[in-house]
């Protein structure tokens, strides 16, 4: 047992815990915040995928004494003030889920490549980038455009992808 | 998983006090090949020692010709990094290369160097430039280091804490990826260095990452894809999965040699 403290969304938290507890146990038992999902528990879907520090990472594979000291940023603390996130209403504006289990895993994923890829986003580079993040719903379509709508409207460039282009002008 | 006691040591010294005082101690670094194996309860250590806590093994420097990065760098922090960028352009790409963004976030180069899994990306490029790997208590070239399946000269309780790449003239890789596991069917890193080539493949080896002799030979003579043609690669010595069949690896790697040498300087990755 170990007292493990962390910054999560934004708040100090303490608790006494087993040295064997995943983060995603910590968060989703210790804290409830159960947005957070495990879809898979080996690494390879990304539905439990949050930030620490700021960087991305699957949950179900990081012990809580890795993450202790660290600022943890969950799919509960991307809105801000009761205003979602971008990204989130880019998903809701552009049907990106249907069963939703693995949707806190793809915006928590893509939240973070628009914040710190260092080059453009096009759809090529956000299909290659989210490659960790398994959707068995979707077939990823409206997931990228999602997450192009949303990138360009934070970093204030053009849509890249031409499909998109129309339908803004469009909508 | 098994239960096991964690600790964060600060220096190299408290790392291995604390080995040394596990019953059943191993390391940990990125946690992302031993974390998921803790989890199948394929093994059950008492204690694990995080090393990424640990400054002296993080970082990348060049040095007296050398391109030195600590164990406990990441694989993104190697992708990113401008001076291996300049230095050895296929050594950021091969990093770049490896699992997806979340997983580079957190996988080390030290980790995967001592694991030393068949189908891992780094042990080709240590391999394949005859870099030096640096322990708590030793130096150890590449062509000691990989021993087999898993398997490396480490001793019990011995930290890699730094791996120094020699700087080559020229540096390529070519990577045939399972779009699956993301992993290495087949891929061959080759460098040369004044008139001295080193060729290495990884995912292939039925005893893991090794040496192409006469590849190698043929390629410091002529520098050029068409010297190795002719070459072939006998299936004996490769695995067969569900992946592929030893045949089938034997002609990806002439294919995977091809193609590094056609593209000097760049990683290249099929799926
Ligand atoms: C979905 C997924 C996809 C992946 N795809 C790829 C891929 O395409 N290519 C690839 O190469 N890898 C891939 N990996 C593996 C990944 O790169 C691992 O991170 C890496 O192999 C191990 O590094 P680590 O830092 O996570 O080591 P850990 O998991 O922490 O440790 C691995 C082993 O090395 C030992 N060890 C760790 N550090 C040290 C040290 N400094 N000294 C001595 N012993 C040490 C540990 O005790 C353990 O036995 C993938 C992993 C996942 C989960
Ligand atoms: S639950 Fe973590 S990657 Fe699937
Ligand atoms: S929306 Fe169902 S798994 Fe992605």
Known sequence: ?171 | MYPFTYHRPKTIAEAQQAFSEGMDATFLSGGHTLLPTLKQRLAAPSDLIDVTGIPEMQGIEEAGGFLKIGAATTHDTVFASPIVRRLIPALSGLAGSIGDRHVRHRGTIGGSTANNDPSADYPSAVLGLGATVITDRREMASDDFFVGLYETAREPGEIVTRIDFPVPDIACYAKFRSPASRYSIVAVFVSKTGSAVRVAVTGAGASGVFRLPEFEEALSADFRPEAIAHLTVDPDMLLSDMSATAEYRADLIRVMARRAVEKPGQIQSFK
């Open chain 1, 1 to 171: 047992m170990a007292l493990i403290s962390m910054t999560v969304n934004g708040v100090q938290v303490s608790q006494e815990v087993d040295d064997s507890t995943l983060l995603i146990e910590f968060l989703r038992e210790k804290l409830k915040l159960t947005g957070t999902h495990m879809g898979c528990d080996t690494t390879q879907c990304g539905c439990c995928v949050v930030h620490i520090d700021g960087v991305s990472a699957k949950s179900c594979t990081v012990l809580v004494g890795q993450a202790a000291g660290r600022s943890v940023t969950t799919i509960e603390g991307l809105a801000k003030g009761g205003e979602l996130h971008p990204l989130q209403k880019a998903f809701r504006e552009h049907h990106a889920l249907q069963c939703g289990f693995c949707t806190p895993g793809q915006i928590m994923a893509g939240a973070e490549l628009i914040a710190t890829y260092p080059g453009e986003l096009n759809e090529h580079v956000v299909r290659e980038e989210m490659e960790g993040n398994l959707c068995r719903c979707t077939g990823y379509h409206n997931i990228v455009r999602a997450i192009l709508a949303a990138g360009a409207e934070i970093r204030g460039t053009k849509i890249t992808d031409p499909t998109l282009a129309s339908h803004s002008v469009e909508g």
